[in-house]
């Protein structure tokens, strides 16, 4: 039973550090595309990137690692409640800090227009008709407002009027955009959660062990 308990709590334990290889491989892919050269095909990706938390992913990926270390004593010493406790209470940390930037996310969503309006305003012209080129539009709420950026898929106002404004294209890429990696990220909550109950149920194996060896020597002093 005891082996069985503990080949659970190293897979979830495994699982658990996948989670975090995944926090940074996000950060890690995340800032390289955004280091590259703005073009078309991920103008709209780095922009949603730069305004996710990409910084605070990073930090508590390096502290997914830690508490990960902090399990290691578990085996070489079979009977030690006391790092077991406080890798528990650093999962919770690390769930409670995924969880926030998932929520983060959650709530960009919600607010995508009004979001997207202020993210449109503050970029140049030349990204601004990147992204009429990325979703054949002019403009953003239409060609006037504000006023279209005349490039090859907005030759003229004629041409402005007919294809609409970005707004709903680019509010939809970035609902599925933001939706992807917020629910990837309460996908990895899951994970420790489930680290999190095999962590106690092998702390609590182990308090029932330690309270039987005390009885056995009870009765080995009665003798």
Not at 40 to 60: C, D, M, R
Not at 83 to 94: A, P, Q, R, Y
Not at 186 to 207: A, E, P, W, Y
Request: charge should be positive; charged fraction near 15%; glycine fraction near 6%.
């Amino acid at each position: 039973m005891a082996n069985k308990i503990m080949i659970t709590f190293v897979g979830t334990n495994f699982l658990f550090l996948v989670g975090g290889a995944l926090l940074v491989a996000f950060a890690v892919v995340s800032r390289n595309d955004m280091d590259r050269k703005t073009t078309e095909a991920n103008v709209a990706n780095n922009l949603l990137l730069h305004y996710s938390p990409i910084t605070g992913t990073l930090i508590n990926a390096i502290f997914v690692f830690a508490t990960f270390l902090t399990a290691l004593p578990a085996f070489i010493l079979p009977l030690n409640r006391v790092f077991l406790k406080l890798h528990g209470w650093l999962v919770v940390i690390c769930a409670t800090f995924t969880m926030i930037v998932g929520l983060i996310l959650w709530f960009d969503t919600l607010k995508t227009k009004s979001r997207l309006n202020t993210i449109w305003g503050e970029q140049p012209a030349s990204e601004q008709s990147l992204l009429q080129m990325k979703f054949n539009c002019c403009g953003y709420a239409n060609s006037t407002s504000p006023p279209f950026i005349q490039d090859a898929t907005c030759t003229g106002d004629l041409v402005a009027a007919t294809k609409g404004g970005c707004q709903t294209p680019f509010t939809n890429f970035s609902n599925k955009f933001l939706d992807l990696i917020f629910t990837a990220a309460f996908g990895i909550v899951g994970l420790d959660v489930i680290h999190l109950l095999s962590t106690v149920v092998v702390i609590k194996n182990r308090q029932e062990l330690e309270r039987y060896r005390h009885i056995d020597e009870k009765i080995n002093n009665g003798i």
